[in-house]
C-alpha cells in the first residue's frame, strides 16, 4: 500500500456518510477564439456505493489508468465511456458548476476556477454532505495552480464557511479511481453544452443538477 493510499484511508476513517469527488473542464482564452467556460463537476457517492463503484470503474477501464478525453479518441474507449456513464446512472449523483464566458484577462481560468470552487464548495457542504463530510478533487500540478486551490479553501475556512472538522482532500486519479466519475460526467456534459453530441450527458441528466453562474447559457 502507498503513502497516499494510507492517506486516502485514513480520511475514508474520519469521514461520514457521502463524499463528493470533483474534476473540471474548461476552455479559457489562452485556447485560442472559441467559447470560453468553465465548469466543476462533483459527483456524489454514498459510503455504501464507494466499493462496488471503483471496482466497476476499473473494471470497465480494463486497468487502473483513465482518461476521458483521451479514451473518446477511440472507437474501444468511446465503447466503455458509454458502459461508464451507465453505470453512474444507476450508482450516484452529480452537480455541475458552470460559468461563461470568461473574462479576457482570466487567461487561464484561474478566476473562473476560483470562483466555482467557492460556490461548489459551499453548496456541497450546505446541501449534500454532512457536518464532518469529505470533498476529494483531481489535484493540479505543484506550484501556481496547487496553491491557489489551496488559498481559496484557507480562505474559506478562516471566513468560517467550511467547519473544522470538514475534510478537503486533493488526490490524483491514479490513486483513486473515484475521481474517473466527475472526469466522465465533466466530459459529457463539455459536449452537450458544446453542442457537439448530447447522447453522453443525455443518460445522466436525471442525476445531474447544473447550475449556471454568470452565464448566458440555460443548455442543456
Known sequence: ???????????????QGA??????????????????FYVICAT????????????????LAGGDF?????????SSGRDKLRAMIDLLRVSATSVCWITEPLSKSDREGESARAELLRESTKDLIEM?????????????????QANADVRVFTEMRSKSKIDRAFLIHPESPANE????????????????????????????????????????????
Not at 449534500?128 to 501556481?144: N, Q, V
Open 1 to 15: 500500500m502507498t503513502n497516499q493510499s494510507s492517506t486516502l484511508d485514513g480520511l475514508y476513517s474520519r469521514a
Open 19 to 36: 463524499v463528493a469527488y470533483v474534476d473540471e473542464s474548461y476552455y479559457s482564452p489562452s485556447h485560442g477564439t472559441g467559447r470560453t
Open 128 to 144: 449534500h454532505l454532512p457536518a464532518s463530510g469529505l470533498i476529494i478533487y483531481e489535484r493540479r500540478r505543484t506550484g501556481y
Open 177 to 220: 479511481p473515484l475521481l474517473w466519475a466527475p472526469d466522465v460526467v465533466a466530459w459529457s456534459y463539455r459536449q452537450s453544452f458544446l453542442g457537439r453530441d448530447a447522447s453522453y450527458f443525455a443518460p445522466l441528466k436525471k442525476q445531474t443538477q447544473v447550475l449556471y453562474l454568470n452565464s448566458k447559457s440555460r443548455l442543456p
Open 66 to 74: 483513465w482518461h476521458t478525453t483521451e479514451a473518446a479518441r477511440s
Open 44 to 59: 456524489i457517492v454514498q459510503q455504501e456505493a464507494r466499493g462496488s463503484l471503483r471496482e466497476g470503474l476499473l473494471s
